[in-house]
C-alpha cells in the first residue's frame, strides 16, 4: 500500500525526493506581502488630494488663457496703432 509522504517519516520523504510538509494539506499559511503604499492613507485625504489638484490645475488653465489673450489684444492693438 503506497501513501503519502509525511513529517513523520522525513528518511522516506527523502528517498523519494520529497521534502516533508511543513503544515497538513488544507491548512494553507498565506503569506502576503506588505507592499508599500503610495498616496493618502484615508478616503478623506484622497478626496482632499484630488479637488486640490483639480483646483490647480483649472486655476492654471485659466491664468494661461488669460495671459495668452492679453498677449493676443496687445498684438492687435499695436497693429491698430
Sequence with gaps: VM???????PLRCKSIGLLPILHPPGNDNLQYPNLASIGPIIRNDALIFLISSALASIATIFFVSIANLLV????????LS
Excluded: E, G, H, R
Design 3 to 9: 501513501s503519502a509522504p509525511n513529517n513523520l517519516n
Design 72 to 79: 493676443i489684444f496687445d498684438i492687435l492693438i499695436s497693429q
